[in-house]
T-cell receptor, first 115, second 113 residues
Framework: AQKITQTQPGMFVQEKEAVTLDCTYDTSDPSYGLFWYKQPSSGEMIFLIYQGSYDQQNATEGRYSLNFQKARKSANLVISASQLGDSAMYFCAMRGGTSYGKLTFGQGTILTVHP | KAGVTQTPRYLIKTRGQQVTLSCSPISGHRSVSWYQQTPGQGLQFLFEYFSETQRNKGNFPGRFSGRQFSNSRSEMNVSTLELGDSALYLC????????????FGPGTRLTVT
């Protein structure tokens, strides 16, 4: 079984500043993937970034980077140079190496970017 | 390349009715997963199909069912609708390996009255 914990119900950041959204996970699978998604008020789940458990380097995608600390079982999302359009709900999720199709999600963090 | 598409986008049904939702995956993706999102329970996995076979399922009653066609398009059906079935239903597709990136569609918002 997998479990994702996001301890920040809401976060505020000033435009152009960086922000870190926390995520810790628990799993007994030796191989797994960690994902971050953005969900604006429209409801669509937008894929942001992926980190495999055996990846040696932290994943980066444009302004998004994933701070992966395997020993601490954390996979924090860092958004650099925040923009007003980044205001949304952010979900951390994971899938075990044998969990076909099944993502386990955290409860989400609402990010608000102030001008 | 077109993304995941879902139809319809919005539905209003009455208790006791049944509903069918459709999902077309990204071209070349053979796995389709379905999720239910509610304010109280968050995002919950319903089931996953690959090459017309259900490979995984979540903890939902038998009123929730699905299928996948040879072109990888998938449908989910909810019979005997209950008020608690009101939710955003999301489908997602991958190429099929367990650790593939998973891309979501825009969702179908179902309201049961």
């Amino acid at each position: 079984a997998q479990k994702i914990t996001q301890t920040q119900p809401g976060m505020f950041v000033q435009e152009k500043e960086a922000v870190t959204l926390d995520c810790t996970y628990d799993t007994s699978d030796p191989s797994y993937g960690l994902f971050w998604y953005k969900q604006p008020s429209s409801g669509e789940m937008i894929f942001l970034i992926y980190q495999g458990s055996y990846d040696q380097q932290n994943a980066t995608e444009g302004r998004y980077s994933l701070n992966f600390q395997k020993a601490r079982k954390s996979a924090n999302l860092v958004i650099s140079a925040s923009q007003l359009g980044d205001s949304a709900m952010y979900f951390c999720a994971m899938r075990g190496g044998t969990s076909y199709g099944k993502l386990t999600f955290g409860q989400g963090t609402i990010l608000t970017v102030h001008p | 390349k077109a993304g995941v598409t879902q139809t319809p986008r919005y539905l209003i049904k009455t208790r006791g009715q049944q509903v069918t939702l459709s999902c077309s995956p990204i071209s070349g993706h053979r796995s389709v997963s379905w999720y239910q999102q509610t304010p109280g329970q968050g995002l919950q996995f319903l089931f996953e199909y690959f090459s017309e076979t259900q490979r995984n399922k979540g903890n939902f009653p038998g009123r929730f069912s699905g299928r996948q066609f040879s072109n990888s398009r998938s449908e989910m059906n909810v019979s005997t609708l209950e008020l608690g079935d009101s939710a955003l239903y999301l489908c997602a597709s991958t190429q099929g390996s367990p650790l593939d990136e998973q891309y979501f569609g825009p969702g179908t918002r179902l309201t049961v009255t």
